[in-house]
């Protein structure tokens, strides 16, 4: 970019940098940010390094302290790791260009004699690196860099060293979906480059999320009367975008599943519209209507075909574009106005949401009763004049449901006895640490697996394996659990001074990472007064 540089240099001041940043650099951050748990440590280690980057070294350096290698998955694996025993380098030498380089060929390399090359070129790579730099590098290949949910730390980290508001950099960050790409803006170009980025039709939003509310009446107490009271239905987040004929659909994880989606790519492409950027659930219902099983749903979300048998109904609750409008920093009341003109004939009327505007308190019940005998999970409350606020779990929007649920992070699981004697049953349960560390962990549980849940878990956890222990497995922590817990309480017994209360399981999350996982807070939210 031109007067890129010229950029940073305004922002960040000249002679900070006196050459290329090395790889041990970046392991020394990463240790430090490691080590400490105050989130403005984290940010201010993290910001005096991007400050010592130059603008080609801003995107992989943040990539590799978010835990993310900047190329994708490149099909490296521990044993792939483990096998290699060579010498180190005793003093360090990488520089981050260097290794970017080494990632790069690893990614794109493919073809006749590629295996032997990317052996090659793996083998360089770790030849040249120090002891620590082997094992940062190995936690990066592998996706076990613990520094995987600081996302929230290292935008803090963005908007301190380009001395820019953090709520210019979380915009963009939220609209663009990449945080490598959002640092190296702001680095560069500082807060007028972040606020050119907009909303575009075909790249997806980081969706707005929905806090857990303790009651409906709380909810309601909460937010006041200018409300909406909606379903919440038990199945998957979608994102649609369409742009002509041309439909494209993301998870909430922002995984395109347009393939394996075609009726909702129809149903998209017939609404009375040329542009357009939904939010919504699918589920899969049974003859009657009702929610099938959750899995039912979520199986098709692994199939690039489309199984027929499983059918995906698509709910829809907002909307962030109509035909070249951006409606995201509209009033959720602007822009369920603007859904209910889009869905208003008799052949899309089904796509909305079940729900109800500015209802009173007995009305609002009724929702939430609704909701229930219709076999869903209960309802989401949201404040009418509120923003789309992407990617963010604010009060604005509340989830109430019956059952205190609890998405956490399985970090082990212990070998079963009596009947379950060869099966991995007791799953240690981790709440997601808020400032960005290790999955604290909260409690343990056996309860509400089936038979079929307990092989699953056999099968699958040693493949996950950190240490294998005699006494169980220790997982990386990759894997979210949805547990019900009557609430919470006091303990010394784990690290964060509370533990759940008959938790069971529910099912796992495939749709979730581990950066999704309820916080510690949340957990701590279920203490009685």
């Known amino acids: 970019m031109p007067g890129a540089h010229a950029g940073r240099s305004a922002i960040v001041g000249t002679g900070c940098h006196h050459g290329p940043v090395l790889l041990a650099e970046v392991v020394e951050v990463s240790a430090r940010v490691a080590a400490t748990r105050s989130r ?33 998955r490149l099909g490296v694996g521990w044993r792939t790791l483990a096998a290699r025993t060579g010498p180190v380098a005793e003093q360090p030498s990488l520089t981050v260009e260097a290794v970017v380089a080494a990632l790069t060929e690893l990614a794109t390399t493919s073809g006749a004699g590629s295996a032997a090359r990317r052996d090659a070129v793996l083998t360089a790579l770790l030849a040249a690196a120090t002891a620590e730099e082997t094992r940062f590098l190995g936690s990066l290949l592998t996706g076990e860099l613990r520094q995987g949910a600081l996302e929230g730390v290292v935008l803090d980290a963005v908007a301190l060293a380009a001395d820019v508001p953090a709520a210019t950099v979380r915009r963009a960050f939220m609209l663009s979906g990449r945080l490598p790409g959002t640092a190296a803006a702001a680095l560069t170009g500082g807060a007028a480059a972040l606020e050119t980025v907009r909303l575009e039709v075909g790249r997806p939003v980081r969706p707005m999320l929905a ?103 698509p709910f829809f609750f907002d909307l962030l574009h109509l035909d070249g ?28 949401m079940p729900g109800m505007r500015r209802p009173d308190p007995e009305q609002a019940a009724q929702v939430l009763d609704d909701a229930l005998s219709g076999g869903h999970e209960g309802v989401v409350v949201k404040a009418l004049d509120a923003p789309y606020a992407a990617g963010r779990r604010g009060k604005a929007w509340q989830k ?33 640490d808020p400032d960005g560390g290790e999955p604290v962990m909260v409690g343990k549980t056996f309860k509400g697996m089936t038979d079929e849940l307990l092989a699953w878990q056999t099968r699958t956890f040693p493949d996950l394996a950190r240490e294998d222990p005699a006494w169980g497995v ?12 009557d ?20 099912r796992y999350r495939p749709d979730k990472t581990p950066a999704e996982a309820d916080t510690l807070d949340a957990v701590r939210a279920l203490l009685a007064p």
């Not at 603008?55 to 302290?65: D, F, K, R, S």
């Not at 589920?283 to 199986?299: C, K």
């Open 487 to 506: 609430g919470a309480q006091r303990s010394t017994r784990y690290p964060g001074g509370v533990a759940l209360r008959f938790a069971r399981v529910l």
């Open 211 to 313: 806090a857990p509310g303790s009651s409906l009446d709380a909810a309601l107490t909460d937010l006041g009367d200018d409300v909406t009271v909606e379903f919440k239905l038990d199945g998957a987040r979608i994102q649609v975008h369409r742009d002509g004929d041309v439909v494209r659909v993301w998870t909430r994880t922002l995984r395109e599943i347009t393939e394996g989606v075609p009726e909702l790519v129809a149903l998209a492409r017939s609404l009375p519209c040329r542009s357009a950027v939904l939010d919504g659930e699918t589920l899969a219902l049974d003859d009657d209507g009702r929610p099938r099983a959750f899995q039912d749903t979520m199986s098709r979300f692994g199939s690039e075909s489309g199984d027929e048998g499983v059918l995906l109904s």
């Open 40 to 72: 403005t440590a984290k940010a201010a280690a993290i910001a005096d390094l991007l400050r010592r980057a130059d603008a080609t070294e801003v995107e992989p350096v943040t990539a590799w302290l978010s835990g993310d290698t900047g190329q994708g």
């Open 474 to 485: 220790l997982l990386r922590p990759e894997l979210v659990v949805e547990i019900a817990v």
């Open 400 to 432: 109430v449901k019956p059952v205190h649920t609890l998405d956490l992070v399985v970090l082990g699981a212990e070998w079963g006895y009596g009947r379950r004697t060869g099966s991995l049953s007791n799953i240690h349960l981790g709440a997601r």
């Open 325 to 352: 409008r951006d409606l995201l920093d509209e009033p959720l009341d602007v822009r369920l106005d603007a859904l209910a003109g889009l869905l208003a004939g008799e052949a899309h009327a089904a796509l909305r």
